[in-house]
């Protein structure tokens, strides 16, 4: 047993979340509250590069910040979390506020998305794992309903988002539906 919770780390069931202010967050400029639970989750990819290690995880999330914000001129980083190949989960606009993530989708889910680009290759199992947690954890605190979806990107919008990789793999996951 204790292998194991040494190799993935989990409080109440949730895993590693770096919070906003550990990750060096900007302020969002507006929040819409998010009405929870919500009936998606939808998985997404980051297409940048990948991070192993917290500090490069890190410095991607705050370069997707600034993009976000100062390019598409989204008032804060688009995602509700973002996972990386270190294992941890990077908080975004958390789980109480709308995100930017899926055009006509994002008031009736979460979106999640795997730092890197996963259209050849499949995140690591650290990440594939800290992705399945939060969800798990997103249903046990009540912000993603017992009955919810999963989709990819893809499956609610023109885009090769999450990359055939990863694509392939949340295919086989439980509570997977491409089609509405």
């Given at each position: 047993?204790?292998?194991?919770?040494?190799?993935?780390?989990?409080?109440?069931?949730?895993?590693?979340?770096?919070?906003?202010?550990?990750w060096?967050?900007?302020?969002?400029?507006?929040?819409?509250?998010?009405?929870?639970?919500?009936?998606?989750?939808?998985?997404?990819?980051?297409?940048?590069?990948?991070?192993?290690?917290q500090?490069?995880?890190i410095?991607?999330?705050?370069?997707?910040?600034?993009?976000?914000?100062?390019?598409?001129?989204?008032?804060?980083?688009?995602?509700?979390?973002?996972?990386?190949?270190?294992?941890?989960?990077?908080?975004?606009?958390?789980?109480?506020?709308?995100?930017?993530?899926?055009?006509?989708?994002?008031?009736?889910?979460?979106?999640?998305?795997?730092?890197?680009?996963?259209?050849?290759?499949?995140?690591?199992?650290?990440?594939?794992?800290?992705?399945?947690?939060?969800?798990?954890?997103?249903?046990?605190?009540?912000?993603?309903?017992?009955?919810?979806?999963?989709?990819?990107?893809?499956?609610?919008?023109?885009?090769?988002?999450?990359?055939?990789?990863?694509?392939?793999?949340?295919?086989?996951?439980?509570?997977?539906?491409?089609?509405?």
């Amino acid at each position: 047993h204790k292998a194991i919770s040494f190799l993935f780390p989990s409080v109440n069931g949730c895993p590693r979340i770096i919070s906003r202010r550990q990750w060096g967050a900007r302020p969002p400029r507006s929040r819409v509250p998010l009405r929870t639970p919500v009936p998606y989750v939808i998985i997404h990819h980051t297409a940048g590069n990948r991070c192993t290690s917290q500090a490069s995880c890190i410095q991607q999330v705050r370069g997707i910040q600034n993009y976000h914000m100062d390019t598409l001129r989204w008032p804060d980083i688009g995602y509700n979390f973002l996972i990386g190949e270190d294992g941890n989960v990077y908080e975004g606009r958390g789980w109480r506020t709308v995100g930017a993530h899926a055009k006509n989708w994002n008031y009736k889910s979460l979106g999640f998305s795997f730092l890197g680009n996963f259209s050849s290759r499949v995140p690591n199992t650290a990440a594939l794992n800290a992705a399945k947690s939060l969800i798990q954890c997103a249903v046990s605190k009540g912000f993603l309903r017992r009955t919810y979806t999963l989709k990819g990107h893809r499956n609610v919008f023109a885009t090769s988002c999450p990359g055939n990789a990863l694509y392939r793999v949340i295919s086989k996951w439980p509570r997977f539906k491409a089609k509405p």
